[in-house]
């Protein structure tokens, strides 16, 4: 809807003087909407941002506060000379105003190209990012923790088809969740398994029953999750979404036998230079304004985020830097021994593994340039460059 009325907006003042003014959800201006629109409207109606407040949290007086995230901005036929950007150090800080010669769609102070969804990484040494596997079957392929040793007792033969199922909140919050994957099981298998049996025959009625005709199709296949696509090796794991105050996305090595759920991301490779990469401050960046939102928190996607975002061009002896920079977060992680959600706690982030971060933040910059990057801003200048080098 927003799409729609700023567009409408567009069109009404097509050949006029007039000025808009815009609050809308912040989705116009991250994720996948963002170079959608404002393509559109930079390169079709030839709009120009005059002004613009960055995301931030809206409230309002009564007691529920609504939990919006928004953006404002200011757009025109007409450039002014003058213009402005308002940010804010967190969500619900005042903002600082800020004059600048350019406003992109992103909501920074330079010129930047539009960012699309790519199926695979733009870089071929890249190993590709995937989304986890999708049960699409009412629960039934699901045991829940405390249900796991009684259902083996009644069903000790669905042992070998068990395996670990990790979505962003088991991962995060440390809990543990099972499934059957019983894709490969034989007929004289199942036969043995009543119980099992009787899930596989819920998950065929469930399907058979769906108004979508593709979930329909799936009912002649109900020993199998909806997107079964799952690793074959070691992989690394990332969360689909995060809580906005984490200064770092939490990233694990996550061993084969473990299904990733649809909740998550994950990549086939052990290499720690990747995983030091992806958990960096320069990709943090990237992911923070490139990807879109729930609400206020992080929203990891593969296609835009991963399979987008600009590699350096570096040496081997900087990405072995990285590598053992990344042994010291893994291993302070597991000295603390806590959850990721406590571990990595807007507040509590014990200075250890903070410092250790940072630290990997600095190699990981010097992987780009060996000149100190002020701010994400200057992070972001540099990514762009990159990538519209890249596509040249």
């Known amino acids: 809807l927003c799409n729609l009325l700023v567009q409408k907006a567009a069109e009404y003042i097509k050949d006029t003087q007039i000025e808009v003014g815009f609050v809308s959800t912040n989705s116009i201006c991250q994720g996948e909407q963002s170079p ?55 969500p619900d800080s005042l903002p600082i105003k800020r004059k600048v010669e350019h406003i992109n769609q992103y909501l920074f102070d330079f010129k930047c190209p539009f960012i699309k969804r790519e199926n695979n990484p733009r870089y071929p040494d890249v190993v590709k990012c995937q989304k986890g596997c999708k049960p699409n079957d009412g629960g039934n392929f699901i045991i829940k923790d405390d249900e796991i040793d009684e259902f083996l007792e009644k069903e000790p033969k669905a042992k070998k088809f068990i395996h670990p199922f990790i979505g962003s ?5 440390g809990k543990k969740r ?34 979508d005709k593709r979930t329909c199709k799936l009912a002649d296949y109900p020993m199998e999750f909806d997107t079964n696509k799952k690793p074959e090796t070691d992989f690394i794991m990332i969360p689909e979404t995060s809580s906005e105050n984490r200064k770092y996305i939490p990233v694990g ?25 992806i958990t960096s401050k320069m990709h943090m960046t990237w992911m923070k304004y490139i990807g879109g939102r729930l609400k206020g928190d992080y929203r990891y996607n593969s296609s835009l985020v991963y399979h987008t975002f600009p590699f350096p061009n570096t040496t081997e002896d900087n990405k072995n830097k990285v590598r053992k920079q990344v042994e010291e977060i893994l ?9 990721y959600k406590d571990m990595y706690d807007s507040e509590l982030m014990p200075s250890k593994l903070l410092k250790a971060h940072e630290k990997l933040d600095k190699l990981v910059d010097k992987c ?11 992070r972001m200048k540099l990514l762009f460059k990159l990538y519209g080098n890249y596509n040249k």
């Not at 099992?196 to 108004?211: A, D, H, M, T």
């Not at 780009?368 to 200057?378: G, I, M």
Request: charged share 30%; aromatic share 14%.
């Open 169 to 173: 909140s088991e991962f995060i919050n």
């Open 368 to 378: 780009y340039r060996n000149k100190f990057f002020k701010n994400d801003e200057e």
């Open 253 to 277: 090595f996550m061993d084969k036998e473990i299904i990733p759920s649809s909740a998550c991301f994950w990549i086939g490779s052990d290499d720690k230079y990747l995983f030091g990469m």
């Open 36 to 90: 959608i629109l404002w393509q559109i409207l930079m390169e079709d109606y030839n709009i120009k941002l005059n002004f613009a407040h960055q995301s931030f949290k809206w409230g309002n007086e009564v007691k529920k506060k609504a939990g919006v995230f928004v953006i404002i901005i200011g757009f025109s036929l007409v450039e002014r000379k003058n213009k402005h950007i308002f940010s804010y150090e967190k």
């Open 178 to 211: 099972y499934c059957l994957w019983l894709k490969d099981a034989k007929p004289s298998e199942i036969k043995e398994m009543p119980l099992v049996q009787e899930r596989i025959n819920n998950i065929r009625e469930l399907r058979s029953k769906s108004k």
């Open 331 to 339: 291993k302070i992680r597991e000295e603390i021994g806590d959850s």
